[in-house]
């Protein structure tokens, strides 16, 4: 270009701002005028509210004290000292960075110490540690399966498994929430019109704290010839009567699911995610999976951490047992509260649906001020009418904790239904 005007000059006039500036960006403004929204009623935002320290049954914000409901930290193993130990042990060994992919340059023992001690876990032949629990959907889902493919999730799947569906090419459809016979009816219809079918599942879902019937599925998937999947983020460790998850709780053959996916950001304290399976899909993914080919190897630190809080979970089975006591003590004494705990089933997460999300975010806030931390989920993460705030049990929670947790609860509810003005036009 030698000077002058430039010859496109005309075409780009027309160009709305909303197309390349992120001030103007639609999607944008919609999360701006939420934030505004909240200021308007006088309401702290809620997101990233910065933590002082680490985290289990109870969290400090601004040096204030609170019982914590809001962290995935089911056994206490993320600040556990042996589980931060092994971290800093493996930081001096091997370096805060592996530097490399791990095909390349990135191996260290330690990636393979982690891999053995998962499948044995999960009781099957092999395992892949990857960077994070989403990124190991995206690029696992997104490999399997392309076009002229099908993936048949539930409807309530995370969003790591839609867009790793989304990703691969295949036509991906969702089946209604836990219902093995509309989708055996689905794969009756309609299996023959594709060539691999991955169906997804998932061990406990994340905003229910519900779960599947594995045995059905593990019936359909062989019946019609799919691969079944099963994402453990929220059961491994929590489910079965050791922690080893949905199967041992069934207690069926872990080698009858052909995928388990978990994550080590929950029970295990960590960071990362792997599959878990055949030693020839484990091997197929580590050489072929984008996201864990062109990426780098997991940092020692975090695979020595998921290894060590392995360790702790068999060797302090309490753990699980009073995760497992907390879990039906919470939702029993929730619902004599006459709190509306949804479909949540013994397990570590129980929504209680408010089905309002302002009504929802001021609850939260008047349990903050009470002590509490809980999180509200509300619209679009959930629709308008199940607004709710998400309770995650740990180990760690007291019976007191959580009797004086519902009570508060129970008050702020009354209190609200009680009141005949608009509490939300005056900032409650
Ligand atoms: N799958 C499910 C069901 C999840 O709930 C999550 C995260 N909450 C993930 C995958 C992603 O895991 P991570 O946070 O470890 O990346």
Redesign the pocket.
């Known amino acids: 270009y030698l000077g002058g005007e430039p010859r496109s000059q005309a075409i780009a006039d027309d160009v709305p701002a909303e197309m390349y500036s992120f001030s103007a960006l639609p999607e944008y403004r919609q999360v701006k005028q939420t934030s505004d929204e909240l200021e308007a009623l006088g309401m702290p935002n809620p997101y990233f509210q910065s933590h002082d320290k680490a985290t289990g049954n109870m969290t400090t914000i601004n040096g204030v004290e609170l019982v914590n409901f809001a962290g995935?930290n089911y056994l206490g193993l993320a600040q556990h000292p042996r589980v931060c130990e092994a971290a800093k042990q493996a930081i001096d060994q091997y370096g805060a960075s592996v530097s490399a992919s791990r095909l390349v340059s990135g191996e260290r023992p330690i990636h393979a110490e982690l891999e053995q001690a998962i499948a044995d876990w999960v009781g099957v032949d092999a395992a892949v540690a990857m960077l994070?629990?989403?990124?190991?959907?995206e690029t696992t889902i997104g490999h399997l399966v392309r076009t002229g493919d099908l993936v048949l999730h539930d409807s309530l799947a995370?969003n790591?498994?839609i867009q790793g569906a989304s990703l691969s090419g295949a036509r991906r459809r969702p089946f209604p929430h836990n219902d093995w016979e509309e989708l055996d009816q689905i794969l009756h219809d309609i299996r023959r019109d594709y060539r691999r079918v991955l169906i997804v599942t998932?061990g406990v879902f994340?905003m229910e704290g519900d779960f599947p019937d594995l045995p059905r599925f593990i019936e359909i998937k062989k019946r019609h010839k799919a691969w079944l999947m099963v994402?453990e983020?929220?059961s491994i460790g929590t489910m079965g009567a050791t922690g080893r998850g949905i199967a041992e709780h069934f207690k069926v053959a872990p080698g009858d699911v052909d995928i388990w996916?978990g994550?080590?950001?929950?029970a295990l304290g960590s960071?990362?995610?792997y599959i878990a399976g055949s030693a020839d899909l484990v091997e197929y993914l580590k050489y072929t999976a984008p996201g864990f080919v062109f990426s780098v190897g997991m940092p020692p630190s975090s695979a020595a951490a998921a290894l060590e809080a392995l360790k702790i979970i068999d060797e302090e089975p309490q753990r699980v047992t009073s995760l497992h006591r907390n879990a039906e003590v919470f939702l029993r004494i929730a619902r004599q509260a006459g709190l509306d705990t949804g479909r949540s089933r013994q397990t570590p997460i129980v929504p209680v649906i408010l089905g309002d999300s302002m009504m929802t975010m001021f609850v939260a806030q008047r349990m903050l001020l009470q002590g509490i931390n809980v999180r509200p989920i509300i619209y679009p993460a959930v629709d308008e009418s199940a607004a709710r705030l998400r309770f995650f049990i740990n180990s760690e929670h007291t019976e007191a904790q959580i009797r004086s947790t519902i009570n508060i609860l129970r008050q702020l509810c009354e209190d609200i239904r009680s009141e005949d003005s608009d509490f939300l036009s005056n900032g409650g």
């Open positions: 995935y994070g629990g989403h990124a190991t959907n995370h790591s498994i998932e994340g994402d983020a929220h996916m994550t080590l950001s929950k960071c990362g995610g």
